[in-house]
């Protein structure tokens, strides 16, 4: 499927039933071409992880469309049989915290996933180290997660979340413990390779140093979707 975007329609989500039911997503409608990074923002609570965790297939929509590519992932149910391959193979996830594996250093952090898809483990990690690199953290390559800074955790978990080269990046708060510098490589680096590999990413954030450099943000509220058109400004070609 590489290289086709995703497509949202008319997503919904309730979390619970009855009395106490939260109608977190009401109306999600999205495109994002292969290639795009667009901003996702909006308010606490208005439903931001929420439409990751569905896209992601972390959790189950409740109604509604999710084409990731040419494969309709949902429509009104599951379409797909193996949905951890589908999480593992199509979708790079970088989470608010990150999730480093203690007992690992960063070089076979990053190397993971490329090592559970069967990718030769010196392969793997030579594919770390060079992310590694372009996010600037390639000198701790040999620490454990402990050791660094918060800043340095959360690029490391950029790294792990673009080695697999997947064609869908899902992206929370990525900059969030980054100076202004830093935060702005990182979208760079999703700005490149969203051109390199036609990757479609989708980056939720509060972060004023990066909301200008969105060609398209879609704006959330009360779970429902709106879209505007960016500036665009530092990575216009
Ligand atoms: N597991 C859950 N069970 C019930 N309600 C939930 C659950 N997760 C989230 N909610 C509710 O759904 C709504 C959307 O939550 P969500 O976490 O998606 O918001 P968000 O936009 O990511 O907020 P934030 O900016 O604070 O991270 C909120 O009202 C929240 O309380
Ligand atoms: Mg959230």
């Given at each position: 499927m590489s290289g086709k975007g995703i497509r949202i329609e008319g997503l919904r989500?309730?979390?619970?039933?009855?009395?106490?039911?939260?109608?977190?997503l009401?109306?999600v409608n999205m495109v994002v071409a292969p290639?795009e990074?667009v901003?996702?923002?909006?308010?606490?609570?208005?439903?931001?992880?929420?439409l990751l965790?569905c896209l992601g297939a972390?959790?189950e929509p409740?109604a509604g469309k999710m084409i990731l590519g040419d494969e309709t992932i949902y429509d009104e149910q599951w379409k797909v049989k193996?949905i951890?391959?589908l999480r593992?193979d199509k979708i790079?996830?970088?989470?608010?915290?990150?999730?480093?594996?203690?007992?690992?250093?960063?070089?076979?952090?990053?190397?993971?996933?490329?090592?559970?898809?069967?990718?030769?483990?010196?392969?793997?990690?030579?594919?770390?180290?060079?992310?590694?690199?372009?996010?600037?953290?390639?000198?701790?390559?040999?620490?454990?997660?402990?050791?660094?800074?918060?800043?340095?955790?959360?690029?490391?978990?950029?790294?792990?979340?673009?080695?697999?080269?997947p064609p869908v990046i899902l992206?929370?708060?990525?900059?969030?413990?980054?100076?202004?510098?830093?935060?702005?490589?990182?979208?760079?680096?999703?700005?490149?390779?969203?051109?390199?590999?036609e990757t479609a990413i989708i980056?939720?954030?509060?972060?004023?140093?990066?909301?200008?450099?969105?060609?398209?943000?879609y704006?959330?509220?009360?779970?429902?979707t709106?879209?505007?058109?960016?500036?665009?400004?530092?990575?216009?070609?």
């Amino acid at each position: 499927m590489s290289g086709k975007g995703i497509r949202i329609e008319g997503l919904r989500k309730r979390y619970g039933t009855g009395d106490t039911a939260v109608d977190a997503l009401k109306e999600v409608n999205m495109v994002v071409a292969p290639g795009e990074v667009v901003g996702l923002i909006g308010p606490s609570g208005s439903g931001k992880s929420t439409l990751l965790k569905c896209l992601g297939a972390v959790i189950e929509p409740s109604a509604g469309k999710m084409i990731l590519g040419d494969e309709t992932i949902y429509d009104e149910q599951w379409k797909v049989k193996d949905i951890r391959a589908l999480r593992r193979d199509k979708i790079g996830f970088v989470f608010q915290a990150p999730y480093l594996i203690p007992f690992l250093d960063v070089t076979d952090n990053v190397a993971l996933p490329p090592m559970l898809a069967g990718v030769a483990n010196k392969q793997a990690r030579s594919s770390a180290l060079a992310l590694l690199e372009a996010l600037d953290v390639q000198h701790r390559a040999k620490a454990m997660p402990s050791q660094l800074s918060g800043g340095e955790q959360q690029r490391v978990a950029i790294a792990r979340g673009l080695v697999n080269r997947p064609p869908v990046i899902l992206a929370d708060e990525p900059t969030a413990p980054l100076d202004s510098e830093r935060a702005l490589a990182v979208i760079k680096i999703l700005n490149d390779m969203a051109k390199k590999f036609e990757t479609a990413i989708i980056v939720v954030t509060h972060d004023e140093k990066i909301i200008p450099t969105f060609k398209r943000i879609y704006h959330i509220r009360d779970g429902v979707t709106y879209e505007e058109k960016g500036e665009g400004r530092p990575f216009d070609a």
